[in-house]
């Protein structure tokens, strides 16, 4: 089996440039693809209905 890295995402409170609004999970998010290194910035509203672990954690 091969594996390949797509993308990190990191979550934060902090605002950040190009932020996309994904109304259904309540959360912004960045393009991951605009980025060198594939991070995508992840910022959660306070009523998001996401698990904490994703919104407290990094994941690659």
């Not at 605002?15 to 999970?25: M, N, Q, R, T, V």
């Not at 693809?33 to 698990?51: E, G, H, I, K, S």
Request: hydrophobic fraction near 40%; aromatic fraction near 14%.
């Amino acid at each position: 089996m091969i594996m390949r890295y797509h993308h990190c995402g990191i979550p934060t409170m902090n605002d950040f440039e190009g932020a996309i609004y994904l109304p259904k999970f309540k959360m912004h998010v960045s393009d991951h693809l605009a980025t060198p290194y594939a991070v995508q910035w992840m910022r959660f509203d306070d009523d998001c209905p996401l698990p904490d672990l994703v919104k407290t954690r990094a994941y690659a």
